[in-house]
């Protein structure tokens, strides 16, 4: 951080040293260029008294997300929760082993290949599949929670939140021989509860799952169960804060009363991903139909994971072509994704699919504008202030979900308080709907807490838009603090960084430094 001294005239005609404190002086050059500095402020607690308060009024200062990131920064900002790239893991509950091509492993050894073969892809989140299959017709016993304990106290070694689905069909090709009856579902999610509620802050969202192959509910199985029982069951049974996720939009518009409160705790999951609008989309084909619509507006208030195909299914789904990166951001925004599967059409089976010729597709501001995708222009520079290449891999892995900045910070002054005003931008393609909390905070030197503002209406701040954060605060608190921060966490109570070029250490984001 650099300081520079402003000297301004004190009521008493004494020229007083104000410190101004921002990193290498790029705000406070933008601040003068633009004239939008009414008086210096941010230093003003090293006056040598409180009367001289009286001398600044009032200050703004701009381009606070003009400042590109460092290398370090970027790889903190790739450590926020509760967004972005996911892997998908799964556990036979009654085994502790894999399936498929996992099944001669434990469902733990899975999770470490998972973790290192995208390690630099650095995921946080992971869908989770626990397979209830062997207790299809019986309750779950003391092995099942006990696999499922030591699988999730692993998830927390790896600093990954689970996207939980529970399901029994893992054999497509011989559903009913695997299919429960709805009372048994309905016990088993009756049992579940406690489980589900002692490990809230390691579930990021819960999928409705149960229903048929692999949790998706296909018209076949939905057929066969009651599926209203069903969700009602889940969602009376689940903590109210936890997210649930439905694979079709219709399971939501058929079986929840949108004036309910259970209304507004169902958000989406879309494991059909191709670039363009298709039947098993979970808004359908038709992207002018009132589903459709609906789902564009729900999604501002929900989490909305998604996968593409499988790589190996492009040949026979997507006329053998790898799947348009513009296209799928488009969608990503459209239905304003939190996240989205790296396991899917990337490198399985030891081949290059989709995600990787990404890596290799360069997207330009221009591109971004013209598909009418969101973007901060910082990001397209280096810190030497030059022009910067970026791939359209690195967008979707940069933007899917929030991507949060402090645009401005202003202040006023009066005869007992200091009221603040920090603008705080959403540059992602969703909201920060998995945030649950948010404040600002005044430290002291020792990074104590001198005071705080909760921030409570931070999860519904929507692409593009600025937050205002007001906040009138004691003279007196403020003279004890050296430091204004900000804070944001989900469930895993883990800080998370702005995409600002500022100072972040044990979760909080140093907006500036008092004296």
Same mark, same amino acid.
């Given at each position: 951080?650099?300081?520079?001294? =402003?000297?301004?005239?004190?009521?008493?005609?004494?020229?007083?040293?104000?410190?101004?404190?921002?990193?290498?002086?790029?705000?406070?050059?933008?601040?003068?260029?633009?004239?939008?500095?009414?008086?210096?402020?941010?230093?003003?607690?090293?006056?040598?008294?409180?009367?001289?308060?009286?001398?600044?009024?009032?200050?703004?200062?701009?381009?606070?997300?003009?400042? #590109?990131?460092?290398?370090?920064?970027?790889?903190?900002?790739?450590?926020?929760?509760?967004?972005?790239?996911?892997?998908?893991?799964?556990?036979?509950?009654?085994?502790?082993?894999?399936?498929?091509?996992?099944?001669?492993?434990?469902?733990?050894?899975?999770?470490?290949?998972? =973790?290192?073969?995208?390690?630099?892809?650095?995921?946080?989140?992971?869908?989770?599949?626990?397979?209830?299959?062997?207790?299809?017709?019986?309750?779950?016993?003391?092995?099942?929670?006990?696999?499922?304990?030591?699988?999730?106290?692993?998830?927390? /070694?790896?600093?990954?939140?689970?996207?939980?689905?529970?399901?029994?069909?893992?054999?497509?090709?011989?559903?009913?021989?695997?299919? #429960?009856?709805?009372?048994?579902?309905?016990?088993?999610?009756?049992?579940?509860? #406690?489980?589900?509620?002692?490990?809230?802050?390691?579930?990021?969202?819960?999928?409705?799952?149960?229903?048929?192959?692999?949790?998706?509910?296909?018209?076949?199985?939905?057929?066969?169960?009651?599926?209203?029982?069903?969700?009602?069951?889940?969602?009376?049974?689940?903590?109210?804060?936890?997210?649930? %996720?439905?694979?079709?939009?219709?399971?939501?518009?058929?079986?929840?009363?949108? /004036?309910?409160?259970?209304?507004?705790?169902?958000?989406?999951?879309?494991?059909?991903?191709?670039?363009?609008?298709?039947?098993?989309?979970?808004?359908?084909?038709?992207?002018?139909?009132?589903?459709?619509?609906?789902?564009?507006?729900?999604?501002?208030? =929900?989490?909305?994971?998604?996968?593409?195909?499988?790589?190996?299914?492009?040949?026979?789904?997507?006329?053998?072509?790898?799947?348009?990166?513009?296209?799928?951001?488009?969608?990503?925004?459209?239905?304003?994704?939190?996240?989205?599967?790296?396991?899917?059409?990337?490198?399985?089976?030891?081949?290059?699919?989709?995600?990787?010729?990404?890596?290799? %597709?360069?997207?330009?501001?221009?591109?971004?504008?013209?598909?009418?995708?969101?973007?901060?222009?910082?990001?397209?520079?280096?810190?030497?202030?030059?022009?910067?290449?970026?791939?359209?891999?690195?967008?979707?892995?940069?933007?899917?979900?929030?991507?949060?900045?402090?645009?401005?910070?202003?202040?006023?002054?009066?005869?007992?308080?200091?009221?603040? %005003?920090?603008?705080?931008?959403?540059?992602?393609?969703?909201?920060?709907?998995?945030?649950?909390?948010?404040?600002?905070?005044?430290?002291?030197?020792?990074?104590?807490?001198?005071?705080?503002?909760?921030?409570?209406?931070?999860?519904?701040? /929507?692409?593009?838009?600025?937050? #205002?954060?007001?906040?009138? =605060?004691?003279?007196?608190?403020?003279?004890?603090?050296?430091?204004?921060?900000?804070?944001?966490?989900?469930?895993?109570?883990?800080?998370?960084?702005?995409?600002?070029?500022?100072?972040?250490?044990?979760?909080?984001?140093?907006?500036?430094?008092?004296?």
């Amino acid at each position: 951080m650099v300081v520079r001294h =402003v000297w301004l005239m004190s009521v008493n005609g004494q020229m007083a040293s104000i410190g101004l404190n921002y990193d290498r002086g790029i705000i406070m050059k933008k601040a003068f260029k633009k004239l939008t500095l009414i008086a210096v402020f941010l230093g003003l607690f090293l006056l040598p008294s409180q009367q001289n308060l009286s001398s600044v009024k009032a200050a703004t200062v701009t381009g606070y997300d003009e400042k #590109p990131l460092t290398e370090q920064q970027n790889q903190e900002m790739a450590n926020n929760t509760d967004r972005g790239f996911r892997l998908e893991l799964n556990l036979n509950v009654k085994t502790g082993k894999g399936l498929w091509a996992n099944a001669d492993k434990t469902g733990i050894a899975q999770m470490q290949n998972a =973790v290192a073969t995208f390690s630099a892809d650095n995921p946080r989140l992971a869908q989770v599949y626990f397979y209830l299959t062997d207790y299809k017709n019986k309750p779950l016993d003391q092995t099942a929670f006990n696999n499922m304990d030591q699988y999730f106290q692993k998830l927390k /070694q790896y600093h990954l939140q689970a996207v939980l689905r529970f399901a029994y069909i893992w054999d497509d090709a011989h559903p009913k021989s695997q299919e #429960p009856t709805t009372e048994q579902v309905v016990a088993h999610i009756k049992q579940l509860a #406690p489980w589900i509620a002692q490990h809230r802050d390691q579930i990021a969202n819960l999928q409705a799952g149960f229903i048929g192959a692999w949790g998706e509910w296909d018209s076949g199985a939905r057929s066969r169960m009651n599926e209203k029982e069903i969700l009602q069951a889940l969602l009376a049974n689940t903590p109210k804060d936890l997210f649930i %996720q439905v694979r079709y939009y219709n399971i939501k518009s058929r079986n929840i009363d949108p /004036q309910s409160s259970d209304w507004q705790r169902v958000g989406f999951h879309d494991d059909y991903l191709i670039g363009r609008p298709h039947v098993w989309n979970t808004a359908g084909a038709d992207s002018n139909s009132a589903e459709w619509q609906a789902m564009a507006e729900q999604s501002q208030s =929900v989490p909305v994971d998604g996968e593409m195909i499988w790589g190996s299914a492009n040949a026979s789904d997507n006329n053998g072509q790898l799947i348009s990166a513009p296209l799928i951001a488009q969608r990503l925004a459209v239905h304003h994704f939190t996240s989205l599967s790296i396991a899917h059409n990337y490198k399985e089976d030891g081949k290059d699919y989709s995600l990787s010729a990404w890596k290799r %597709q360069l997207v330009t501001p221009a591109l971004l504008d013209q598909y009418k995708l969101p973007y901060q222009k910082s990001w397209f520079k280096d810190t030497n202030d030059n022009e910067a290449s970026r791939s359209w891999y690195e967008y979707i892995r940069d933007y899917l979900g929030y991507r949060l900045a402090v645009k401005d910070i202003s202040y006023q002054v009066n005869e007992q308080n200091i009221d603040y %005003q920090v603008n705080l931008t959403n540059y992602g393609l969703a909201a920060p709907v998995l945030i649950n909390k948010a404040e600002l905070v005044l430290l002291d030197a020792a990074k104590s807490v001198v005071a705080t503002k909760d921030v409570t209406d931070i999860a519904h701040l /929507q692409s593009l838009q600025t937050l #205002p954060i007001k906040w009138q =605060v004691d003279k007196a608190l403020v003279s004890q603090a050296k430091y204004l921060a900000f804070k944001f966490t989900g469930y895993s109570n883990k800080g998370n960084r702005l995409a600002n070029n500022i100072n972040f250490a044990d979760g909080y984001n140093y907006l500036l430094t008092l004296n």
